[in-house]
């Protein structure tokens, strides 16, 4: 039995403007903590991408997929842009801590398309 190789997991250009938005938010909070638990949330973040090599639907299903109300399907419209944009097929929502990572895969490749605090209502896609 041959053991599947290993999914590539890159990240979109809006998912590192969010990550960069997340260490301004950090330093605003408080400045002194801010590299630390800013270097926290990257060692979760490769954690999580190792998980994600391995088993690329290992997040859970994208939450606002089932979205009915009239506001949430316009940020739904926003969001499906992004994957759109990375051409894969499932989008899945995996937790860090107080953090959300929205990612689109298919069964050998992953892409990181936002990162979202988990009080924030919706995920960036505005990568400048």
Do not use: C
């Amino acid at each position: 039995m041959a053991l599947r190789l290993n999914a590539k997991v890159e990240a979109a250009p809006n998912f590192l403007a969010n990550l960069e938005t997340a260490h301004q938010f950090f330093r605003l909070q408080d400045a002194d903590s801010a590299n630390a638990r800013f270097a926290k949330l990257k060692t979760e973040l490769r954690e999580m991408i190792s998980v994600l090599q391995w088993s690329p639907g290992g997040g859970r299903p994208a939450r606002f997929l089932a979205a009915t109300s009239i506001q949430a399907q316009l940020r739904l419209e926003a969001v499906m842009q992004l994957a759109e944009q990375a051409g894969l097929p499932h989008l899945r929502e995996y937790v860090i801590g107080q953090h959300i990572v929205l990612y689109a895969h298919s069964e050998t490749d992953v892409v990181l398309l936002a990162i979202k605090h988990q009080r924030q209502l919706t995920y960036s896609n505005d990568p400048n």
